[in-house]
């Protein structure tokens, strides 16, 4: 696989990397360990979702098409994670327990989609990609997502008032 190393591919390149380097410090710190977690989450997620790009803009979609539709969207993820890293920053005594989990139902259904997709042929994803994903369900997650992060961060900014 070659990968035209131009200034976008290794701008995206180094995001992704150190992402991911600074999610493994936080997720390793010993002070403020669910503030740090949550942060260190949100992080990775962001550094899956612009991996996307980076595989796109470096031409790996079009070297290798059975990379299209790898499980690295969790970008419903981005505001619940955003606002319990407040919620946990602020409020030392929070903690995180099993009735919070509803906050990631859209990123689990987005999960199961992605992995459940990732187990199919390619053909069967080429037809997902041409008669469900680009007419409906992108367009459907592009707004979702929009939607939860505008929820999420007005919950944040209200906790922080």
Same mark, same amino acid.
């Given at each position: 696989?070659?990968?035209?190393?131009?200034?976008?591919?290794?701008?995206?390149?180094?995001?992704?990397a150190?992402?991911?380097?600074a999610?493994?410090?936080?997720?390793?710190?010993?002070?403020?360990?669910?503030?740090?977690?949550?942060?260190?989450?949100?992080? /990775?997620?962001?550094?899956? $979702?612009?991996?996307?790009?980076?595989?796109?803009?470096?031409?790996?979609?079009?070297?290798?098409?059975?990379?299209?539709?790898?499980?690295?969207?969790?970008?419903?993820?981005?505001?619940?994670?955003? %606002?319990?890293?407040?919620?946990?920053?602020?409020?030392?005594e929070?903690?995180?327990?099993?009735?919070? /989990? $509803?906050?990631?139902?859209? +990123?689990?259904?987005?999960?199961?989609? %992605?992995?459940?997709?990732?187990?199919?042929?390619?053909?069967?994803?080429? $037809?997902? $990609?041409?008669?469900?994903?680009?007419?409906?369900?992108?367009?459907?997650?592009?707004i979702?997502?929009? +939607?939860?992060?505008?929820v999420?961060?007005?919950?944040? /900014?209200? /906790?922080?008032?």
């Amino acid at each position: 696989m070659q990968i035209p190393f131009t200034p976008l591919v290794v701008a995206l390149l180094a995001v992704v990397a150190q992402a991911v380097f600074a999610a493994g410090l936080l997720a390793l710190a010993r002070r403020n360990r669910l503030p740090n977690g949550f942060l260190a989450l949100l992080m /990775l997620a962001i550094a899956l $979702w612009l991996l996307d790009s980076f595989f796109r803009v470096a031409g790996i979609y079009d070297q290798n098409a059975n990379w299209y539709f790898a499980p690295i969207y969790y970008s419903f993820a981005f505001g619940p994670l955003l %606002y319990f890293y407040v919620r946990s920053l602020i409020n030392h005594e929070f903690r995180f327990r099993a009735g919070h /989990l $509803w906050h990631f139902g859209p +990123v689990l259904l987005q999960t199961a989609l %992605y992995w459940g997709l990732r187990t199919q042929s390619y053909a069967a994803r080429a $037809w997902f $990609w041409e008669h469900v994903h680009r007419p409906y369900t992108y367009r459907l997650e592009f707004i979702g997502i929009w +939607v939860s992060l505008t929820v999420y961060l007005g919950l944040s /900014l209200h /906790l922080l008032r």
